[in-house]
């Protein structure tokens, strides 16, 4: 039954729709079977954690090694420990800040890329001005002793310590980094340029490594405070190598993945099929998103997150893209037989992250996307109400398959169709489409601003915020 609100709503309780098709077969979609996949596993998160402070206090506490107290006294006694301070505590909090961008699975699939990206750019502005205030504490101390000018010593530092020049090149690669992730300057460039800046961190850190171990006072007659960093920097290395290439190198290995189709969903919007081996190993929850590299000219080094559209269908999966820049634009292009290299499955908008078993799932443009694959994958029992939003009923991405999937749980779908000026998602209709919030988990996704203010709306209408959930895909 579909019941006008004209021109602003259709407000639409569900039945099956036989318009509705499935991406590989072209015949109505069965359900996706049931597959296990990993829960958010927070003590091993919170272990994390716990390891990440203690290696903090004691990057502070060897700091002290190799210099008396009494020393302190001396002439740039005092400036000189407070460089060593600075400087071995910015250097582990850069350490910290690969991390968080590493995607160590066990703690992004807890608290997800949203937390992730927010507390690296939290931690981010730390390692620069610390290890700005070693390099200024350092010669201070150093000229002071020297009995010469501050330039003279910083000058002989580069000429005739080791590996300090290497170390200035790192400071400096570490600044630029640190420039470009300022918001106003990060939405002047391109993503694959502030992509393939933000890599020189890892040749910051291997170039800064060297000169701490040769000249630093601590190291000296000190092999604990030695193997302490060497144990930090191997393990940083290893999770780098293993998880950013290694790990998906064998992935795709096993998988083999490559483009079987390509068709337009809506108006600047592609689905793209794509076909593989052994799919029923993959671990994926509705939600989810991966790094998607096609291995085609323009576009093969660099990778881009797109949320998968539906629950894999052995020996198919399936991504829904929008055309907004020229790679996207490309991505749709491609032709069957292309190679396709993922990487993940990464965020936490999944089924676990919910609470109850009242669910609201909000979705506008090619965010409908996962919100789709979310609904797919909810238990049955969730008692589901959906509400999408767009220009018009044809930029509604997937509407027959969301239409018969809400229909086989007797679930409630409302469509918001209209023009963002004339018809407004806001506090007031938002509270006719779902009702009362108490007890309920609302899922969220679509364009920043859209989410952002939906959220905002969902909180005045009384939802609490931990059980609002959405998700970000790029840093």
Request: proline residues 5%.
């Amino acid at each position: 039954m579909v019941t006008p609100y004209r021109p602003t709503m259709t407000d639409v309780t569900t039945r099956p729709n036989p318009e509705s098709t499935t991406f590989q077969t072209g015949r109505r979609p069965a359900r996706a079977p049931r597959r296990a996949t990993r829960a958010p596993r927070p003590r091993i998160a919170n272990a994390l954690a716990l390891i990440a402070g203690i290696g903090l206090g004691l990057s502070f506490g060897l700091s002290f090694l190799g210099q008396s107290i009494a020393s302190y006294s001396s002439a740039g006694g005092w400036f000189t420990l407070a460089g060593r301070v600075t400087g071995l505590t910015g250097t582990y909090l850069m350490v910290i800040m690969i991390l968080l961008v590493t995607r160590l699975p066990w703690l992004e699939e807890t608290v997800g890329q949203v937390r992730l990206v927010r507390w690296h750019r939290t931690v981010g502005g730390w390692p620069i001005a610390l290890i700005a205030l070693h390099v200024v504490f350092i010669t201070l101390g150093y000229a002071e002793a020297s009995h010469v000018s501050f330039v003279s010593q910083f000058w002989s530092f580069i000429m005739h310590y080791p590996d300090v020049l290497a170390a200035t090149v790192a400071f400096a690669l570490l600044v630029m980094a640190g420039v470009t992730s300022i918001p106003a300057v990060r939405r002047t460039m391109k993503y694959q340029t502030w992509w393939a800046v933000h890599l020189y961190l890892y040749l910051a850190t291997v170039l800064a490594f060297a000169h701490e171990i040769k000249t630093g006072v601590m190291f000296i007659g000190h092999p604990i405070a030695t193997y302490f960093w060497i144990a930090i920097s191997a393990v940083a290395l290893a999770a780098v190598l293993g998880i950013r290439i290694v790990r998906p190198l064998v992935r795709n290995l096993r998988h083999q993945l490559r483009i079987s189709n390509v068709k337009e969903e809506a108006p600047g919007v592609y689905s793209i099929v794509v076909k593989g081996r052994n799919l029923s190993r993959l671990e994926v929850s509705g939600g989810q998103f991966f790094q998607w590299r096609f291995m085609a000219r323009g576009l093969w080094w660099h990778s881009h997150p797109y949320s998968l559209s539906a629950l894999p269908r052995p020996p198919f999966i399936r991504v829904t893209i929008k055309q907004l820049g020229m790679q996207s634009l490309a991505a749709t292009r491609l032709k069957p037989g292309t190679r396709v290299f993922i990487e993940g499955p990464y965020g936490v908008f999944t089924r676990h992250a919910r609470r109850s078993d009242k669910v609201v799932l909000i979705g506008a443009g090619v965010g409908i996307s996962p919100i789709r694959a979310l609904l797919e994958d909810l238990p049955a029992s969730t008692k589901v109400t959906v509400v999408l939003r767009a220009s018009s009923v044809e930029d509604i991405v997937h509407r027959a398959e969301v239409t018969q999937l809400v229909s086989e749980r007797g679930g409630k779908l409302h469509e918001v169709v209209g023009s963002r000026k004339k018809v407004r998602l806001d506090g007031q209709l938002l509270r006719k489409l779902v009702g009362n919030l108490n007890n309920t988990d609302v899922y969220v996704c679509g364009p920043a601003g859209f989410s952002e203010g939906v959220t905002e709306n969902l909180l005045r209408l009384g939802a609490r915020r931990e059980r609002i959930h959405h998700e970000a895909f790029a840093f």
